[in-house]
């Protein structure tokens, strides 16, 4: 889930791996798998760095060897 902010300032979770398009328009308006399309203050750029930093520390988290743990033999 990254954190996001509506037009309105209310901040929002959008569970990223429904994201189907962003476009900017010139707000930004994100297209959902669902149908939904929700427009935020953040650019594109910053919610793909988002995506991106998610991912990353979600992918950190579940690799046995980063989290100091030793693989078995």
Known sequence: MIKLT???HIPLLL??????LIDTTP???ISMT???KLMVL???DEIIEKIIKYRQNFA???HP???GSSLPE
Not at 15 to 20: A, G, R, T, Y
């Open 15 to 20: 569970n990223s791996d429904l994201i189907e």
């Open 34 to 36: 669902t149908g939904q």
């Open 65 to 67: 060897a980063v989290r």
């Open 6 to 8: 509506r037009l309105n």
């Open 27 to 29: 707000d930004t308006v």
């Open 42 to 44: 953040e650019t594109a």
């Open 60 to 62: 950190m988290a579940a």
